[in-house]
Nanobody
Framework: QVHLVESGGGLVQPGGSLRLSCTAS????????MGWFRQAPGKEREFVSA????????YYSDSVKGRFTISKDNARNTMNLQMISLKPDDTGVYYC?????????????????WGQGTQVIVSA
């Protein structure tokens, strides 16, 4: 069982930046892919970004490509999401996901472990 804890959310103005972190409880973190999803009020959970176990490949949704950067530090069991040029549409609860079960990294059903989420609000 891998326990995931997100941190770094908050309130930021449009155009601002935030850095989210996800810390895992187990050393198996280094052997698993990780991802970020977000969920806005009244909407379904949507894919944001994913990274392979060894950081060899990264994936982004079209809506965040060029603005968000995902990274993975296996020595610290931590994954980060650097977000810049934030927009009000980026508002939502951001969830960390771990261990990909299928190749469909952009589907929430493909991930085994989930954190509790951290709130991001982009508003003036």
């Amino acid at each position: 069982q891998v326990h995931l804890v997100e941190s770094g959310g908050g309130l930021v103005q449009p155009g601002g930046s935030l850095r989210l972190s996800c810390t895992a409880s187990e050393r198996t973190f280094s052997n698993i892919a990780m991802g970020w999803f977000r969920q806005a009020p009244g909407k379904e959970r949507e894919f944001v970004s994913a990274i392979t176990f060894n950081s060899g490949s990264t994936y982004y949704s079209d809506s965040v490509k060029g603005r968000f950067t995902i990274s993975k530090d296996n020595a610290r069991n931590t994954m980060n999401l650097q977000m810049i040029s934030l927009k009000p549409d980026d508002t939502g609860v951001y969830y960390c996901a771990g261990q990909l079960l299928t190749r469909s990294y952009d589907s929430p059903d493909s991930w085994r472990y989930w954190g509790q989420g951290t709130q991001v609000i982009v508003s003036a």
